[in-house]
């Protein structure tokens, strides 16, 4: 698509998360055609119980944001509290614990738009530190993207999973 859209963003609810469920879907999707199988698996996060409880979980808790085209979510922020598996903050902080966008919409900027939206919400909080982790593995990308959206990186991590493959992150900051 490209170029600039219009992108409102919404506070999500309850009823949102078939719409985080078809977002995750279609960008597992695309990774999968990219050959980019290590960050979210090959399967549907819609046909995975614990990412259908999950969505679930990030709909109701009060931190989902919804990026929208006329009436159709085409992004989502989850914003809230640091995960058990990197290191805590050492000063209060916004934590993002979702970025997702429709692939359709690839370089139309709705991605950094959420993340400004976290950033306004961090300093209406009177919060100076965005915290984001991303999957570190393949050739880095989504690293360097979150460098471009203004974060440092910070803690590399790995997090292992029974039954599969470790699962290579990089935690990074923004100061704001």
Same mark, same amino acid.
């Given at each position: 698509?490209?170029? $600039?859209?219009?992108? $409102?963003? =919404?506070?999500?609810? +309850?009823?949102?998360?078939?719409?985080?469920?078809?977002?995750?879907?279609?960008?597992?999707?695309?990774?999968?055609?990219?050959?980019? #199988?290590?960050?979210?698996?090959?399967?549907?996060?819609?046909?995975?119980?614990? =990412?259908? !409880?999950?969505?679930?979980?990030?709909?109701?808790?009060?931190?989902?944001?919804?990026?929208?085209?006329?009436?159709? +979510?085409?992004?989502?922020?989850?914003?809230?509290?640091?995960?058990?598996?990197?290191?805590? !903050?050492?000063?209060?902080?916004?934590?993002?614990?979702?970025?997702?966008? %429709?692939? !359709?919409? #690839?370089?139309? /900027?709705?991605?950094?738009?959420?993340?400004?939206?976290?950033?306004?919400? !961090?300093?209406?909080?009177?919060?100076?530190?965005?915290?984001?982790?991303?999957?570190?593995? %393949? %050739?880095?990308?989504?690293?360097?993207?979150?460098?471009?959206?203004?974060?440092?990186?910070?803690? /590399?991590?790995?997090?292992? =999973?029974?039954?599969?493959?470790?699962? +290579?992150?990089?935690?990074?900051? =923004?100061?704001?």
């Amino acid at each position: 698509m490209g170029g $600039m859209v219009d992108v $409102m963003v =919404r506070a999500g609810g +309850p009823g949102d998360a078939q719409a985080v469920l078809r977002l995750l879907d279609g960008a597992t999707a695309w990774l999968v055609e990219q050959g980019r #199988t290590g960050q979210w698996g090959t399967e549907p996060a819609s046909a995975d119980p614990r =990412r259908v !409880a999950q969505a679930d979980g990030w709909a109701k808790g009060g931190g989902l944001w919804l990026a929208q085209v006329g009436e159709q +979510p085409v992004g989502a922020l989850v914003v809230g509290s640091a995960y058990d598996y990197v290191p805590p !903050a050492t000063e209060p902080e916004l934590y993002v614990n979702l970025l997702v966008t %429709d692939r !359709a919409y #690839t370089g139309a /900027g709705i991605g950094g738009r959420l993340l400004a939206h976290a950033a306004d919400l !961090a300093r209406e909080r009177g919060v100076e530190l965005l915290r984001v982790d991303c999957y570190a593995g %393949d %050739d880095g990308a989504l690293v360097r993207w979150y460098e471009r959206q203004g974060f440092t990186r910070t803690t /590399g991590f790995t997090v292992e =999973r029974p039954g599969r493959p470790p699962w +290579p992150g990089q935690l990074l900051t =923004r100061r704001l």
